[in-house]
T-cell receptor
Framework: NAGVTQTPKFRILKIGQSMTLQCTQD?????MYWYRQDPGMGLKLIYY???????DKGEVPNGYNVSRSTTEDFPLRLELAAPSQTSVYFC???FGTGSTQYFGPGTRLLVL | GESVGLHLPTLSVQEGDNSIINCAYS??????FIWYKQESGKGPQFIID?????DKRQGQRVTVLLNKTVKHLSLQIAATQPGDSAVYFC???????????????FGKGTLLTVNP
């Protein structure tokens, strides 16, 4: 299994541009998550999904959107990039409640 | 608000020594705790977890201790190796998650440096 994969690894955006961060897992996990990690800080939950077609907001959802059309994929959309969205974004998945979350390698985003 | 925090931002140890990383939490209703290791440029990696009905759990070279009285969590690494150098995060489930772990709250992390 490849586990959780994320693309791209690094991206530079101009203010106001949009982009989609891709996340795919091949472990048949029901739960998927998006986190952001700012320098020297822990991870903050942006959005999560408990199954295909079901998504919900986390701690810091403003400026982001998600969709979950399949079990495997959970893309994160930035519509109007702002400098405050400069961060490292991690996608994670877990089988269900009470189980470990597995993280992808992250996408480093710089908004200038 | 509720939070998970760390006592020390950095810890430097000699190779072969034991390491202890501490974490304080404020939500008395938290019932699931996880320790993650994050190496530079990588995503967090699960190390060990513990539920609130336990006070100690052991893994390979790692032990997690939970003191619910003082809301304190610690990670002990035995015979620390250079490959253990990383940032270590504790995480917990907040009160309104219904006991599930799909809403983890992370602390800021402790940077462990192992000197050869």
């Amino acid at each position: 299994n490849a586990g959780v994969t994320q693309t791209p690894k690094f991206r530079i955006l101009k203010i106001g541009q949009s982009m989609t961060l891709q996340c795919t897992q091949d472990m048949n996990h029901n739960y998927m998550y998006w986190y952001r990690q700012d320098p020297g800080m822990g991870l903050k939950l942006i959005y999560y999904s408990v199954g295909a077609g079901i998504t919900d907001k986390g701690e810091v959802p403003n400026g982001y959107n998600v969709s979950r059309s399949t079990t495997e994929d959970f893309p994160l959309r930035l519509e109007l990039a702002a400098p405050s969205q400069t961060s490292v974004y991690f996608c994670a998945s877990s089988f269900g409640t009470g189980s470990t979350q597995y993280f992808g390698p992250g996408t480093r985003l710089l908004v200038l | 608000g509720e939070s998970v925090g760390l006592h020390l931002p950095t810890l430097s140890v000699q190779e072969g020594d034991n390491s202890i990383i501490n974490c304080a939490y404020s939500n008395s209703a938290s019932d699931y705790f996880i320790w993650y290791k994050q190496e530079s440029g990588k995503g967090p990696q699960f190390i060990i977890d513990i539920r609130s009905n336990m006070d100690k759990r052991q893994g390979q070279r790692v032990t997690v201790l939970l003191n619910k009285t003082v809301k304190h969590l610690s990670l002990q690494i035995a015979a620390t190796q250079p490959g253990d150098s990383a940032v270590y995060f504790c995480a917990e489930t907040p009160r309104d998650s219904g006991g599930s772990n799909y809403k983890l709250t992370f602390g800021k992390g402790t940077l462990l440096t192992v000197n050869p």
